[in-house]
């Protein structure tokens, strides 16, 4: 599979700005409190709050999801564990060495990542799995403080567009230099690069859009960039 390579290096701040990794409390974005608020009364056992980003704090790999699924991470609290979108995502991180179990069901299991961390673009439960570009936007912060922590010649793994485009975001690049494309590859300063893939959502996966093959060699492409075994 050809890896497309976006011409125009981006600029990562040599400064980020100071924001917090996570915060349960947080209720910047009305509807999406709301809405966890109403999901809350009708799912008690589950967690409805504000996923925490999941993985190794020195992670060369940072993957940035879309938001977290109704009866997945918002139920577990945990980042793709317990639906369906997690089935593929972490059988291929255990492949290619991240995960320590192919398998995340739920949050008190003993799975642990090493060299990945795994965050999302929107950190609350949107309705209908889409959140809302100002929503994105205050949740920004968020992933700012995320991937101010990836290392030189590090890696960020959009999955969607979405992800895509909050990663633009909180790496302070523009989107017009940086297009989403699956199996796009971009460079970003200090070696790092942001790669693109569709997202590992059950459509994507049952319709055939993005398949097993497909992830993998993204997934092969980062562990070139990274100059780890591929699986
Ligand atoms: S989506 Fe992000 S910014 Fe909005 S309420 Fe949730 S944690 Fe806060």
Redo the contacts with the bound molecule.
């Keep these: 599979m050809m890896f497309r390579e976006s011409k125009k290096a981006g600029i990562v701040p040599e400064a980020l700005p100071a924001s917090p990794t996570y ?1 349960a409390g ?4 009305v509807r ?2 709301t809405f966890l608020d109403d999901v809350r009364a009708a799912y008690p056992a589950y967690r409805c709050l ?1 996923v925490p980003p999941y993985g190794d704090p020195a992670a060369r790999l940072v993957i940035v999801g879309l938001a977290p699924g109704l009866h997945g991470a918002n139920a577990t609290g945990r980042p793709f564990t317990g639906d369906y979108a997690g089935i593929l995502l972490y059988e291929t991180l255990h492949a290619y060495g991240y995960a320590s179990s192919p398998l995340s069901r739920t949050a008190d299991d003993p799975l642990t990542l090493a060299d990945c961390r795994i965050t999302n673009a ?3 439960l949107p309705p209908e799995n889409k ?1 809302l570009p100002g ?1 994105m936007r ?2 920004n ?2 992933l700012t403080a995320d991937l101010s922590l990836l290392p030189a010649g590090g890696a960020v793994l959009a999955l969607g567009r979405i992800a895509h485009d909050a990663a633009l975001l909180a790496l302070g690049l523009r989107r017009n230099h940086f297009a989403f494309a699956h199996g796009g590859r971009h460079a970003l300063s200090h070696g790092r690069a942001l790669f693109d893939s569709y997202h590992c959502s059950r459509y994507n996966t049952n319709t055939g859009r993005l398949t097993a093959t497909m992830f993998r060699d993204v997934f092969d492409a980062i562990a070139d960039h990274l100059g780890r075994p591929r699986a």
């Design positions: 915060d947080c209720r910047r974005c999406l409190a504000p929107v950190k609350c959140p929503e205050n949740c912060d968020y």
